[in-house]
Each structure stands twice: as structure tokens, then as C-alpha cells.
């Protein structure tokens, strides 16, 4: 089935830029239901949705972090990656990738959900 | 954006119990609604998608229903590996939101 693992640095300096990126195997990164997403988790906080992108490049930015998030895919490797500039102390959080696969009915889109999730990294900001 | 309130923030439950954790949304946002569990130190776990549907693997102890703003998530006999924080999500609009979680504990 398909897993999803993320890699990447654990601790980044303020105005720094976090970059990570999830290995997605047992499946292929070009399904057409398949969108990939970032999501972040502070210490002892609720989920926060990043952004996601879909194999052809296409991606949603959450407004809150768009003027400093970047997300790419690189199907040859079958991986896509996460870049957050400018980051502070705020930015610390545990970051998971996972898949939203959207659900239809006879063809029309009716909902969708984040099904597989990676294990999650953490990323500390600080100097 | 679209804000998603659940309530209450933590319950307190028994083996056994019929639990019910309640997710208000800001806007209507038709079926594009689910249901995550999260326990300490994993990642989220898909539960419920659609409302009401039951991810595979999922025990049918578990049970969403609900429409336009207000859902829910029914736990019908909580058992100990239940104990975790659960989260409703919308998909309806960008960006994609989460409720704040619910807590369930241990009385």
C-alpha cells in the first residue's frame, strides 16, 4: 500500500528556510485522485493544512503562509517537497505529508480526505 | 476561511460508554466533511470521510452523521485504545480547515 516517509533537516535558524521532502512508494505520484499535501502540528496544538500540489504542478496554498510557501513535485523521484522562507519561532511544528484522495460518485467529486499520512518529522526553529 | 468548533474540547469516558463529539461549521459545507484520530506522538489517522463513511479497517463502533454545518462523530461502546484526541476536517473550500480536536480521557 502506499506510504508516505518525510526527510529533512530538524532544526532550522530564524529567517532561515525549511525544507522538506516526502518519499511516497507503493503507489504511484501521478494517480489522478490523488492530491499531496503538507499539514503542521505545534507542540500541543491542533492541525494546520500547508498546501498541496498535484502531480501536473498544480498547487493550493493556505492564504495564512502563501507569500512564504513553496511546494514541488518531482515525479521521477517520486517525491514532493516543502519550502517555508522567512521561518520564526512560530514555525515550529511537526510536519506531516499526506495524501487527500478524492471521493466521487458516478463521476462527480463529493468529498475528499487525507487517507495516508506520514509518521511526521519535527522541526524546531531556533538559533 | 471556514471555521470548524468542536465541542466539548475534552470528555472524560469509561469503557463502554457511548461518546459524542460534535463539529459546527462556520458555512454549509455539504459532505465534505471527515473524521481523524490522532494518538500521542503518531500521525492522524483517517476514521470517517464523507459524513458518514467508514474508512476500511475502521471498527463500526464508530459512526459520523450529519449535514450542512453540524456533525457529528458517535463512538457507540468506547473501548481503551480509544482513548486519543479526535479532529473533524472540511474539504468544501481553501484553505482546507480543522476543528481544535476533542480530547477523550480516561474517568
Known amino acids: 500500500q502506499v506510504r508516505l516517509q518525510e526527510s529533512g533537516p530538524g532544526l532550522v535558524k530564524p529567517s532561515g528556510t525549511l525544507s522538506l521532502t516526502c518519499a511516497v512508494s507503493g503507489g504511484s505520484i501521478s494517480s489522478s485522485i490523488s492530491w499531496w499535501s503538507w499539514i503542521r502540528q505545534p507542540p500541543g496544538k491542533g492541525l494546520e493544512w500547508i498546501g498541496e500540489?498535484?502531480?501536473?504542478?498544480?498547487?493550493n496554498y493556505n492564504p495564512s503562509l502563501k507569500s512564504r510557501v513553496t511546494i514541488s513535485v518531482d515525479k521521477s523521484k517520486s517525491q514532493f517537497s516543502l519550502k517555508l522562507s522567512s521561518v520564526t519561532a512560530a514555525d515550529t511544528a511537526v510536519y506531516y505529508c499526506?495524501?487527500?484522495?478524492?471521493?466521487?460518485?458516478?463521476?462527480?467529486?463529493?468529498?475528499?480526505?487525507?487517507?495516508?499520512w506520514g509518521q511526521g518529522t519535527m522541526v524546531t526553529v531556533s538559533s | 476561511d471556514i471555521q470548524m468548533t468542536q465541542s466539548p474540547s475534552s470528555v472524560s469516558a469509561s469503557v463502554g460508554d457511548r461518546v459524542t463529539i460534535t463539529c459546527r461549521a462556520s458555512?454549509?459545507?455539504?459532505?465534505?466533511l471527515a473524521w481523524y484520530q490522532q494518538n500521542p506522538g503518531k500521525a492522524p489517522k483517517l476514521l470517517i470521510y464523507a459524513v458518514s463513511s467508514l474508512q476500511g479497517g475502521v471498527p463500526s463502533r464508530f459512526s459520523g452523521s450529519g449535514s450542512g454545518t453540524d456533525f457529528t462523530l458517535t463512538i457507540s461502546s468506547l473501548q481503551p485504545e480509544d482513548f486519543a484526541t479526535y479532529y473533524c476536517?472540511?474539504?468544501?473550500?481553501?484553505?482546507?480547515?480543522f476543528g481544535g480536536g476533542t480530547k477523550v480521557e480516561i474517568k
Open positions: 476536517q472540511q474539504a468544501n473550500s481553501f484553505p482546507l480547515t
Open positions: 499526506a495524501r487527500k484522495t478524492r471521493i466521487t460518485v458516478a463521476g462527480t467529486p463529493v468529498s475528499s480526505a487525507f487517507d495516508i
Open positions: 500540489i498535484y502531480h501536473s504542478g498544480s498547487t
Open positions: 458555512q454549509s459545507i455539504g459532505s465534505w
